[in-house]
């Protein structure tokens, strides 16, 4: 096993190779200029007083990932937690914090889950529709609102600008077979993308074969005068639970989920103001048995609606821009556990991006207020800070308050050894993050540190042993560390290479609870280490291959390597995928083994 010290040595030694080549990277500048939108005020990338990680396209095709959870994993400070395979359930966490504490929109859609953050990964899309993906770190509550308590993704689709089909099969271990078929078509007043995938396996093991379906529209009408966005997606998950869920012993759990979304959404433009109107529509739904063959012992049955309207705008000014919007929301649950309820809830943001001294400095102040219909007004601030040294060299910091809304199943979910809580009040945090970036020609360098000190987590715990486990507001954790991640390209050839090493410390100073029994374990990612070597030497082969090593808190550590090579010859292109090639045994979360090493063939043909 990969020691602590053997992987500094490897940081270090990937950072320091970086600071001393020089080359030019085209395909570098071009994300500098990608604007951030998932926010009022857009901002090209490298404007940006946060820490922000762009998922590019291109890295995208590049990560030896079939999913977005695969892919996540690659980039420290993300933690995803798997259950399985093909991302069939996983749970997201960033720097820390719970499951429940990460906000994922899809092209600015909010798309949590009211029942329980266990689902907020049903919503992740295929790679093949994806354009890139934002990652957003540290306290957002200000910019998103509700539930992004230690950050927020957005997943940004592509837009049609091209008439084709591209079909694909993947086959590979466990029985995976997979299909795909993807149609983008371009008119002179309208553009739509057409996609459809669907995904299964025998299962690595006893009880976790799986059938995935997807399908995903979107269209763009009116494109000459005043756009109109549609945008339409539908999974459907039928997949084994061995051990996902109560204990390890628990072999024969099934689960099928079905995550929808519908949204539409346009832009107006009128001098200095910019207008952005969003109403949408995204429902989950969740059956789980006990014993697959038998739901007569235990099964849970829940469907989660929220409609919602969103309304922002911008207005630019002699003093910089103002950014403001009204965000209503009504949601629904059914389920034959939780009950019936709906919450409405109403959120209001303003903020305005002051630049002083030639643009070097950045102030950005916002606010966001809410009033939910059960737990009443909340008011979160908090301020970004950007000074630019140079073209090369920004220094920021930001700081501001943050909070999470008990899910449904906090307070009222039962079973016979659990009791939820009515009286269940918002979690809330302050958090803080100082920073700087590099970056001259290929080569990127960035560091943060960050600090988070929350109170009011929710925990489940009991005096005597004989009780049962009831959720209250008991826990103050205070979460800390740093984060470094470099990036140099460098040619060979008429080829660029890329190179990219993170690293992401995390330390959580726990409090006590005065209970005597406390079923809250925190058991975050302490030492977070990705490199990713990206390799093309000629226009027809390119190859990757990407190693992750993970130390949590309670102790165990392992890492692994994965690895892709693509054949691309007019228009055919074979790929083929390994994964935890050399065998690691290791667990990600509730002590589920994960696969041992397994590939995956394709072949893609593009009409």
């Known amino acids: 096993m990969i020691t602590l010290k053997k992987t500094t040595i490897i940081i270090l030694s990937a950072i320091s190779s970086t600071l001393g080549l020089i080359a030019q990277n085209q395909a570098e500048e071009q994300l500098e200029e990608v604007v951030i939108n998932s926010s009022r005020i857009d901002l090209p990338f490298k404007e940006n007083s946060r820490t922000i990680t762009v998922i590019t396209s291109e890295e995208i095709k590049n990560s030896a990932a079939t999913n977005v959870t695969e892919l996540l994993q690659q980039f420290s400070g993300i933690d995803i937690r798997r259950r399985g395979t093909s991302g069939m359930q996983a749970d997201l966490y960033i720097r820390g914090g719970g499951f429940d ?23 992740i899309l295929p790679l093949d529709v994806i354009e890139r993906i934002e990652v957003i770190k540290g306290p957002a509550a200000r910019v998103f609102g509700q539930n992004a308590f230690t ?20 086959a590979g271990s466990y029985g995976q077979k997979n299909v795909l078929a993807t149609a983008q078509n371009q008119f002179e007043n309208s ?8 995904n299964t396996s025998e299962g690595y093991r006893y009880n976790t074969d799986y059938d995935n379906q997807n399908y995903f529209v979107k269209s763009q009408f009116n494109t000459n005068k005043l756009p109109i966005n549609l945008l ?7 997949f084994g639970a061995n051990g996902f869920y109560a204990s390890p012993s628990a072999k024969d759990q099934y689960e099928e989920t079905q995550a929808s979304l519908i949204g539409v959404s346009t832009e107006l433009q009128q001098g200095n103001w910019v207008f952005k109107p969003r109403l949408y529509w995204k429902r989950n739904q969740d059956e789980y048995l006990f014993v697959r063959e038998d739901p007569s012992i235990y099964r ?37 556990n939780l009950g019936q309820h709906d919450r409405f809830m109403t959120t209001m943001f303003i903020e305005h991006r002051f630049e002083f001294f030639d643009n070097t400095l950045d102030i950005t102040p916002g606010l966001a207020a809410t009033y939910f219909s059960d737990f009443k007004f909340h008011a979160f ?78 925990d489940y715990v009991k005096e005597n042993e004989e009780d049962l486990w009831q959720a209250t507001n008991v826990r103050e954790v205070n979460t ?38 406390s079923k809250y374990s925190i058991n975050s990612l302490k030492h977070h280490f990705t ?6 030497f000629s226009k027809h082969l390119s190859q990757s291959i990407i190693y992750k090593y993970a130390e949590r808190s309670m102790g165990e550590s392992y890492g692994i390597i994965d690895a892709s090579i693509t054949f691309t010859l007019k228009n055919i292109e074979l790929s083929a995928i390994g994964n935890n090639i050399f065998n690691t045994e290791y667990t990600e979360t509730n002590l589920v083994p994960m696969p041992k090493g397994n590939v995956l063939f394709g072949l893609k043909y593009k009409f």
Not at 151 to 163: D, H, P, Q, Y
Not at 501 to 513: G, H, R
Not at 531 to 536: E, Y
């Open 101 to 123: 504490q990460t906000l994922l929109l899809i092209d600015g859609f909010k798309v949590e889950d009211s029942q329980t953050g266990h689902h907020t990964l049903n919503m």
């Open 151 to 170: 950050g927020a993704i957005n997943i940004v689709t592509k837009n049609s600008k091209k008439n084709t089909v591209d079909i694909e099969a993947q």
């Open 191 to 198: 553009s739509h993308i057409i996609h459809f995938s669907k």
């Open 232 to 238: 339409a997606m539908f999974s459907d998950r039928k």
């Open 300 to 336: 849970n049955l829940h469907q989660t609606n929220k409609v919602a309207l969103e309304f922002n705008g911008t207005y630019s000014g002699k003093w910089g821009t103002t950014g403001f919007g009204v965000d209503l929301a009504q949601m629904y649950i059914s389920s034959n």
């Open 381 to 458: 601030p908090g301020i970004d800070i950007g000074f630019r040294i140079n073209n090369n060299f920004k220094i920021y910091g930001n700081m501001g308050y943050t909070y999470r809304i008990p899910t449904y199943t906090d307070l009222y979910y039962t079973d016979p050894t659990t009791l939820g809580n009515e009286e269940l009040e918002p979690e809330e945090a302050i958090a803080e993050e100082l920073g700087f970036n590099f970056k001259h020609k290929n080569l990127k360098f960035n560091i943060a540190l960050f600090n988070r000190d929350s109170k009011k987590l929710i």
């Open 480 to 517: 800390k560390g740093f984060e470094v991640d470099a990036t140099y390209s460098f040619k060979i050839g008429n080829y660029f290479q890329n190179l990219n090493a993170t690293y992401t410390f995390l330390e959580d100073d726990i409090q006590d609870v005065e209970s005597t029994f």
């Open 531 to 536: 490199a990713k070597l990206s390799t093309k």
